[in-house]
């Protein structure tokens, strides 16, 4: 990648990782995944995100779906991968594989098993001792909806000046902690909005990155959001943001990795099912989840 391209600007999905009725990992259906995408003016991909099932892979499957994603991916696009794990050293590990199979940048998770000692000077330690020995540079994942832990604000100051730690995707949806990230983070680092439901208020305050759940099924109008934005389209922005705010809702906080699968089947991508012990979704939830994308205008 060019040296610009941590300048994090655009819309990557937390790829959904398909699987077989049995449970096997599909690769032929991530490889067809990803070059539909391809055609979506995505910035990128993020392999082993949340919306992944990552905590579900061995470590041969996760090196194997990011050598899938750098083999499918148009030129140019970013690809992002999800390495931390609960130790230091095995995200360490993990990193620098993860940089050979053709990851440009990890995006790691903050260590939440011992929660209760996983406090700022935890988290600053871990970091930036990752960042020391990575190979590629490094962004923080904040997403306590999962792990219970959330960075403050003086954290971020302090990561953000690692010169190997050059942004920070935040799940909350908070606004307010948003802003509160931009004042303290050192000049150039990406902040990167976390969810679709909070996409449109992000760019009017200056963010211009997200990584979201959403784009894996519509992709084409996430770019469309800031695209209009930018274009100085702003009414047309937040009406489109407005129709797809039940969207992101159903497939994420209602119906889960399994509702964004079945949203992404019937949106002519190859959802797959979901790895045990997630559940499938009932047959009314699959009716459920149609009625919503009809009714913000994505439906077959």
């Given at each position: ?19 077989t ?89 903050t ?27 490094v ?22 000046q ?135 205008g994505?439906?077959g």
């Amino acid at each position: 990648m060019p040296e610009d391209s941590m300048f994090i600007t655009g819309v990557i999905p937390p790829m959904i990782t398909p699987f077989t009725q049995n449970g096997g990992l599909d690769l032929t259906a991530h490889a067809a995944n990803v070059l539909r995408w391809n055609k979506a003016g995505l910035r990128g991909y993020l392999v082993l995100g949340s919306n992944s099932e990552a905590v579900y892979l061995n470590e041969r499957e996760k090196l194997r779906l990011i050598e899938q994603t750098r083999e499918n991916a148009s030129p140019g696009r970013l690809i992002l991968a999800g390495t931390g794990m609960e130790a230091t050293r095995e995200t360490i590990h993990l990193t620098r594989e993860a940089a050979k199979a053709g990851a440009h940048a990890a995006l790691i998770i903050t260590p939440a098993f011992y929660r209760s000692q996983m406090k700022d000077e935890a988290q600053i330690r871990h970091f930036q001792a990752i960042a020391d020995a990575s190979p590629i540079p490094v962004l923080i994942y904040n997403v306590t909806k999962y792990t219970g832990v959330n960075l403050s604000p003086r954290a971020v100051e302090v990561l953000s000046q690692h010169p190997n730690i050059v942004g920070m995707k935040d799940s909350s949806g908070s606004i307010p902690q948003m802003v509160q990230y931009q004042k303290a983070a050192a000049e150039g680092f990406n902040l990167l909005v976390g969810t679709a439901s909070a996409w449109y208020p992000a760019l009017t305050l200056g963010v211009t990155g997200a990584i979201m759940a959403l784009a894996n099924c519509a992709p084409e109008h996430c770019v469309r959001v800031q695209q209009s934005f930018d274009a100085g389209r702003k009414t047309e922005a937040e009406e489109l943001y407005r129709r797809l705010f039940p969207v992101n809702q159903a497939v994420t906080a209602t119906y889960g990795i399994a509702g964004l699968k079945y949203a992404c089947t019937l949106r002519g991508y190859q959802g797959g099912y979901v790895r045990s012990p997630l559940p499938e979704l009932s047959g009314q939830e699959q009716e459920e989840v149609k009625v919503i994308l009809e009714k913000a205008g994505l439906g077959g």
